[in-house]
C-alpha cells in the first residue's frame, strides 16, 4: 500500500482518498481471485462503482458509498444494473 507523503495532494484529493483505497482493496481481491476490476457507465446514466469479473464470467457488482445514508441508493442503483445485465 502507497503511504502519502505529499499532504498537498491528500487535501486536493479530500473525500476520494477512501474510495481511492477502497479500489485498491478490489483490486488486491481480483489478483488474488485471479479477476478483474472494470467500472460500468452505460448510454442511460446507469454508473457502477466497482465490478470484480472472475474469467469464467461470474461477476459482484459495488457501489462505493462514502456514508450509511447512501446505502438505499446504492442498493437501487446494483438491483437496476442487475435488471439490465440479467435480460
Known sequence: MRVFRDMDLVEQLGSGVPRILQS???NVYAKANDASVFHYND???L????IVQKRNGDYAAFEIKLG???IDEAAENLKKFARNIDT
Open 24 to 26: 485498491y482493496e478490489l
Open 43 to 45: 448510454s442511460y446514466g
Open 47 to 50: 454508473e457502477v462503482d466497482a
Open 68 to 70: 450509511v445514508g447512501y
